[in-house]
């Protein structure tokens, strides 16, 4: 089942009873409510996924907060911009916790650049299905490099090709610069990768691994490196709900209104196709990772990773 995705954008008060998340209305001196009239409504914890808080005056308290970490739940806490800032998840998400930690620790650097060989000739892939959605038009250059890619990628074909995708998966932003701080619709692409990254984070921790060790990626201030990681190849499946939410608004220079956000809250839910199967882009965050694990512990030579058709 598809967890939900909750985003809290007004001031409320979350607590907890019976393993429902109860959504109040804050307390008013001014126009006091009933008990009754408090509550707006309640939601199991078991079917939460992500919770986006993204407002200053939200409170939230520690049993709930507990809950939502033993059912592995994603908590996104948001700037006074209304951009995610914050991640908690909990610290421990599988029964095998231990032995797969030490998995993931002892794997070795061929294994690791063997599987950033598939990573990045993923996420090509998906970049040229993403140009042709966005142009109309196939990249056979995007393939060639994809199917080139080394143990390691020691051509640097991952920057070559997002170079080149950059210029043109836009069609209608000519001088398009991807930036965290650039012009729209940069703000649309921030926002959804950090859901994104949610995510994947979530169904790292859910395998067993740890999120901060990286196949790739070793920033050290950086607490996600493994979920950067594995998020390479999902990304385009962003840029294309981007791609339809400026064509459906008719602006690319987007303002990140309720509106906006609302419809980049549905990548969870994004349909892709894994393994053969059609799912939802959380479920297969999870086979994702579960694959991941099995390349570490010997049993699997092969992540699995959604393709874009």
């Not at 991941?292 to 030579?301: E, Q, W």
Request: hydrophobic share 40%; glycine share 4%; aromatic share 10%.
């Amino acid at each position: 089942m598809i967890k939900k995705t909750l985003y809290f954008g007004n001031p409320a008060y979350l607590s907890l009873s019976n393993r429902q998340m109860v959504i109040q209305k804050p307390e008013d001196d001014d126009f006091p409510y009933s008990k009754e009239e408090k509550i707006i409504r309640t939601i199991p914890v078991e079917d939460i996924g992500v919770v986006v808080l993204d407002n200053r005056q939200i409170t939230i308290t520690s049993c709930l907060i507990s809950e939502l970490l033993a059912n592995n739940v994603a908590v996104i806490t948001c700037t006074p911009e209304s951009m995610p800032q914050g991640l908690l998840l909990p610290l421990q998400g599988n029964t095998l916790q231990n032995e797969r930690f030490l998995a993931q620790i002892e794997a070795s650097l061929p294994l690791k650049k063997q599987l950033w060989q598939q990573t990045v000739s993923s996420k090509i892939r998906n970049q040229a299905q993403a140009l042709k959605y966005t142009t109309g038009t196939n990249f056979p250059n995007m393939i060639v490099w994809a199917e080139s890619v080394r143990s390691g990628d020691p051509e640097n074909l991952e920057a070559r090709a997002a170079a080149y995708y950059w210029k043109n998966i836009f069609p209608k932003v000519p001088y398009f610069v991807r930036g965290r701080d650039e012009e729209p619709p940069n703000n649309l692409l921030n926002y959804g990768y950090a859901i994104l990254r949610a995510v994947i984070a979530r169904a790292l921790v859910s395998s067993g691994l740890l999120p901060t060790l990286g196949i790739h990626h070793h920033n050290r201030y950086n607490a996600y490196c493994l979920a950067d990681d594995i998020m390479e190849p999902y990304r385009p499946f962003v840029d294309k709900l981007v791609f339809d939410i400026c064509e459906y608004y008719d602006t690319w220079s987007p303002k990140l209104i309720t509106a906006l956000k609302s419809r980049l809250l549905e990548i969870p839910a994004i349909d892709v196709e894994i393994e053969g199967k059609r799912s939802p882009l959380m479920i297969a965050a999870t086979t994702t990772s579960a694959s991941l694990f099995r390349c570490f512990n010997g049993s699997s030579k092969k992540i699995s990773y959604p393709s874009m058709k």
